[in-house]
């Protein structure tokens, strides 16, 4: 069965404090997808991992990508409110479809 | 500034109702989805496309049907509406042909379906 899992579901964080957001997958793709959502908006892609040892960075994020272990990890650093959303993380599924984790909200807090 | 509309943003519909979510993108995309987000259960795949008037299963098809007679317009169908379909439903599109950093899906800002 297709799975892709994220833990935690629910992070609250005081800000300047660094955590991680881990995303474990099923399948044999080399290909993983973070995507962010604010609340009552839609999702917007944050980093495409396209390659064992992947790594991507913007501003106090950071996305790894592990394919032997199946296992993505989204770095924070020194959260801030501004970062404040719902998580998911994606794999690519045959050619054409992604399949997602069931997302981790992120609350940061003063 | 490219967009993925969805006509409506908050819809409630009665159980037995034929219902029609509609979703228009402007990237000139092959692929679109539609995808249901439920909280706890992240995005499910419900029904994507690749191409004019072919469509695929994702994972819970079941009590919906899909639509798309031009490239830009992917709809949503549920025949008869029940309970368990109220959430909320994005539609997304994303380049056959995109590779890299195109590998990405762009969403609408989703409807939020109330069947009472």
């Known amino acids: 069965e297709l799975k892709v899992e994220q833990n935690p579901l629910f992070l609250s964080m005081q800000e300047g404090k660094n955590y991680t957001i881990y995303c474990n997958y099923s399948t044999t793709s080399d290909r993983l997808y973070w995507y962010r959502q604010d609340p009552g908006k839609s999702l917007e892609s944050l980093f495409v991992l396209l390659s064992n040892g992947a790594v991507k960075q913007e501003g106090r994020l950071m996305a790894s990508l592990d394919t032997k272990a199946r296992l993505s990890t989204l770095h924070i650093t020194a959260a801030v409110h501004d970062l404040s959303a719902t998580y998911f993380c994606a794999e690519k599924y045959n050619n054409n479809d992604m399949r997602f984790g069931a997302g981790t909200r992120l609350t940061v807090k003063p | 500034d490219v967009k993925v509309t969805q006509s409506s943003r908050y819809l409630v519909k009665r159980t037995g109702e034929k219902v029609f979510l509609e979703c228009v993108q402007d990237?000139?995309?092959?692929?679109m989805f539609w995808y249901r987000q439920d909280p706890g259960l992240g995005l499910r795949l419900i029904y994507f496309?690749?191409?004019?008037?072919?469509?695929e299963k994702g994972d819970i098809p079941e009590g919906y049907s899909v639509s798309r007679e031009k490239k830009e317009r992917f709809s949503l169908i549920l025949e008869s509406a029940s309970t368990n379909q109220t959430s909320m439903y994005l539609c997304?599109?994303?380049?056959?042909?995109?590779?890299?950093?195109?590998?990405?899906?762009?969403f609408g800002s989703g409807t939020q379906l109330s069947v009472l």
């Open positions: 990237m000139d995309h092959e692929n």
């Open positions: 496309s690749y191409d004019v008037k072919m469509k």
């Open positions: 997304a599109s994303s380049s056959l042909s995109g590779a890299g950093a195109n590998e990405k899906l762009f």
